[in-house]
């Protein structure tokens, strides 16, 4: 059973930053993309960033968000600074059906229980 845990979330004055991890078990964990979504209350959920199996590809729509992973660590990053209110959301990692970075929701198979990133003005 593949399991992804969040951590890293929290509150944090606009203008900060945060790192938000992901911890992945029971699957080949370099075989597969990793994404990062966000959703944010009464929004839907929304891509922000994905990662290549082998990590050499990153897509990330926000400049200001970085994605990294660590394979040997089954662990996916996600960088964030310049933090804004609009970036106050639960965000959610989720692993890949592929090793293809993807912004589609469907193309991932495997979800974590979020975690919460406040932004305050």
């Known amino acids: 059973q593949v399991q992804l845990v969040e951590s890293g979330g929290g509150l944090v004055q606009a203008g900060g930053s945060l790192r938000l991890s992901c911890a992945a078990s029971?699957?080949?964990?370099?075989?597969?993309?990793m994404g990062w979504f966000r959703q944010a209350p009464g929004e839907e959920r929304e891509f922000v960033a994905s990662i290549s199996g082998n990590g050499g590809n990153t897509y990330s729509v926000k400049d200001r968000f970085t994605i990294s992973r660590d394979n040997a660590k089954n662990t996916v990053y996600l960088h964030m600074n310049s933090l804004k209110p609009d970036d106050t959301a639960v965000y959610y990692c989720?692993?890949?059906?592929?090793?293809?970075?993807?912004?589609?929701?469907?193309?991932?198979?495997?979800w974590g229980q979020g975690t919460q990133v406040t932004v305050s003005s």
């Open positions: 029971g699957r080949t964990f370099s075989s597969v993309a």
């Open positions: 989720a692993a890949g059906r592929g090793s293809r970075t993807s912004r589609v929701a469907g193309s991932y198979d495997v």
